[in-house]
């Protein structure tokens, strides 16, 4: 079954340096999607992406974070400059289009120190 | 605007018993909905979903749930727990025809089973 692939599993980085999360959806996934789940909480939407452009994101998702979809099937998520309160288990996830499931990925669980 | 409650934040059942997760859901368009499992440091898995087909879903390991317009409720039920069914469960729902937009989590419930 295809799934939605996710590296790295768990990054460790210093408050103030820069990470990427990437992603690999479903090749005929057309909707990518980013959450992240602080521990012990709920699932929160970040962002949505679109036509190779961003259709909806959250107050959460402020000038820190950025996505990018830089080849066709790679699609990433940046933070600028962490933050300890960054630290969470970030997913991706992706959908073929209306009526159909999303598709989530294992999550990559950034620690910031 | 979409918002889900789940009802409990922990339900604890005896293995073999009825499993009832509870979720009630605020949409201002007609609704798509879902149900995810979450079983320990993984990933979400969908257990099942409703997109205004029947109201009666049947999703994998045995759940199902159905759709109430009019108690704008989607509760999760399995007839018989077993012990794998152990984890955090999230009903989450979307806008219909609204494929680009943001796919909105409940609390979760975490699931207890007993032997």
């Known amino acids: 079954e295809p799934e939605v692939t996710q590296t790295p599993s768990h990054q460790v980085t210093q408050m103030g340096q820069e990470v990427i999360l990437r992603c690999v959806p479903i090749?005929?996934?057309?909707?990518f999607y980013w959450y992240r789940q602080i521990l012990g909480q709920k699932v929160e939407f970040l962002v949505s992406?679109?036509?190779?452009?961003?259709?909806?994101k959250s107050e959460i998702f402020d000038d820190q974070f950025s996505v990018e979809r830089p080849d066709g099937s790679n699609f990433t998520l940046k933070i600028r400059s962490t933050k300890l309160e960054d630290s969470a288990m970030y997913f991706c996830?992706?959908?073929?289009?209306?009526?159909?499931?999303?598709?989530f990925g294992s999550g990559t669980r950034l620690t910031v120190v | 605007a979409q918002s889900v409650t789940q009802l409990g934040s922990h339900v604890s059942v005896s293995e073999g018993a009825l499993v009832l997760l509870r979720c009630n859901y605020s949409?201002?368009?007609?609704?798509?909905l879902f149900w995810y499992v979450q079983y320990p440091n993984q990933g979400l898995q969908l257990l099942l979903k409703?997109?205004?087909?029947?109201?009666l879903v049947k999703g994998i390991n045995g759940f199902e749930a159905e759709f109430k317009k009019s108690e704008t409720s989607f509760h999760l039920t399995k007839p018989s727990a077993h012990m794998s069914d152990a984890a955090e469960y999230f009903c989450?729902?979307?806008?219909?025809?609204?494929?680009?937009?943001?796919?909105?989590f409940g609390k979760g419930t975490t699931l207890s089973v007993s032997s």
């Open positions: 949409s201002s368009v007609p609704p798509y």
């Open positions: 090749s005929n996934h057309l909707y």
């Open positions: 992406f679109y036509n190779n452009e961003i259709s909806e």
């Open positions: 996830a992706s959908r073929a289009g209306e009526g159909y499931g999303y598709t």
């Open positions: 989450a729902v979307s806008g219909a025809n609204q494929a680009g937009t943001a796919l909105i």
């Open positions: 409703y997109t205004s087909a029947a109201t």
